[in-house]
């Protein structure tokens, strides 16, 4: 049977590789990958993910090939990506505490982000997030995308997610007990050292952020707890760690062995792999 993955990404800029190279494990293996965004808009790559002569600063070299810069260019001016899910629409926003009527809004709430979205994810095998500064401004506080996320993890399907999208999973929670769901999980994404000290930018705004607003690496450390851990593997050329049901890439260089390594869990029953 075909596999169907739902692929999250940010509308305001996701890196080339990191779609490119999950991408590329899917179409191989003819699974059928339904895009989806917060609101439904048309994601684009980032400008920098595209030219091979970009240099990434931390690393002093180029991080973009030849090759991977013609298939996201490719892939960015085809018509594929051109009508996302609007993920808006699967599940309202969680009230206020101080609207009216708040407690029939939240049995309605509760039983949207509950049984129905269970019901809506039933069809798909596995999710991943796609990385890059995108999803810093719509995916990573995005409650929608957490009780997705947390559906998947409910029906004890993969998911996967790419440097800066690994946030997603750390502020994913139940809403009761608010303990990350990668507490005691052993995770990677983007390091320290592999930060920016100036240009984080985005899509459809010339804001220069400068530094990222938060070093992921510091939030998966705590977000892991004492049993789990953060693996950075600085100094390595590639940092994939499957603690399932999750797969977590560190930055662009792990892309395509984060799509092989979810094609393994999909396929093979993968369960640990990179620590």
């Given at each position: 049977?075909?596999?169907?993955?739902?692929?999250?990404?940010?509308?305001?800029?996701?890196?080339?590789e990191e779609?490119?190279?999950?991408?590329?494990?899917?179409?191989?293996?003819?699974?059928?990958?339904?895009?989806?965004?917060?609101?439904?808009?048309?994601?684009?790559?980032?400008?920098?993910?595209?030219?091979?002569?970009?240099?990434?600063?931390?690393?002093?070299?180029?991080?973009?090939?030849?090759?991977?810069?013609?298939?996201?260019?490719?892939?960015?001016?085809?018509?594929?990506?051109?009508?996302?899910?609007?993920?808006?629409?699967?599940?309202?926003?969680?009230?206020?505490?101080?609207?009216?009527?708040?407690?029939?809004?939240?049995?309605?709430?509760?039983?949207?982000?509950?049984q129905q979205?269970?019901?809506?994810?039933?069809?798909?095998?596995?999710?991943?997030?796609?990385?890059?500064?995108?999803?810093?401004?719509?995916?990573?506080?995005?409650?929608?995308?957490?009780?997705?996320?947390?559906?998947?993890?409910?029906?004890?399907?993969?998911?996967?997610?790419?440097?800066?999208?690994?946030?997603?999973?750390?502020?994913?929670?139940?809403?009761?007990?608010?303990?990350?769901?990668?507490?005691?999980?052993?995770?990677?994404?983007?390091?320290?050292?592999?930060?920016?000290?100036?240009?984080?930018?985005?899509?459809?705004?010339?804001?220069?952020?400068?530094?990222?607003?938060?070093?992921?690496?510091?939030?998966?450390?705590?977000?892991?707890?004492?049993?789990?851990?953060?693996?950075?593997?600085?100094?390595?050329?590639?940092?994939?760690?499957?603690?399932?049901?999750?797969?977590?890439?560190?930055?662009?260089?792990?892309?395509?062995?984060?799509?092989?390594?979810?094609?393994?869990?999909?396929?093979?029953?993968?369960?640990?792999?990179?620590?």
């Amino acid at each position: 049977m075909t596999k169907k993955v739902l692929t999250v990404l940010s509308e305001y800029g996701y890196w080339g590789e990191e779609l490119i190279g999950p991408l590329h494990h899917f179409d191989e293996r003819g699974y059928d990958v339904v895009f989806a965004t917060p609101k439904g808009r048309r994601p684009h790559a980032l400008p920098p993910s595209l030219e091979p002569d970009s240099i990434d600063p931390p690393l002093g070299r180029s991080v973009v090939s030849v090759e991977v810069a013609k298939a996201a260019r490719d892939l960015d001016e085809s018509s594929r990506l051109d009508n996302p899910l609007d993920l808006s629409t699967w599940v309202p926003e969680r009230p206020y505490t101080s609207d009216a009527d708040y407690l029939r809004q939240l049995e309605r709430y509760n039983q949207a982000a509950g049984q129905q979205l269970d019901e809506r994810i039933a069809e798909y095998d596995a999710m991943i997030i796609v990385g890059g500064s995108g999803p810093i401004v719509d995916l990573a506080n995005n409650g929608r995308i957490h009780d997705i996320i947390l559906a998947f993890l409910r029906a004890g399907k993969p998911i996967g997610a790419e440097c800066y999208g690994v946030t997603c999973l750390a502020f994913a929670r139940d809403w009761e007990d608010r303990k990350s769901i990668i507490w005691g999980k052993h995770v990677t994404g983007h390091c320290k050292e592999y930060d920016y000290k100036d240009g984080t930018g985005f899509l459809t705004t010339d804001f220069n952020m400068g530094p990222p607003p938060y070093p992921l690496e510091y939030i998966l450390r705590d977000a892991t707890g004492p049993d789990g851990r953060y693996h950075g593997n600085f100094g390595k050329e590639v940092s994939v760690i499957v603690d399932y049901p999750f797969v977590t890439g560190r930055s662009t260089a792990d892309s395509f062995t984060t799509g092989a390594k979810m094609v393994e869990v999909l396929e093979h029953g993968l369960r640990r792999y990179g620590w």
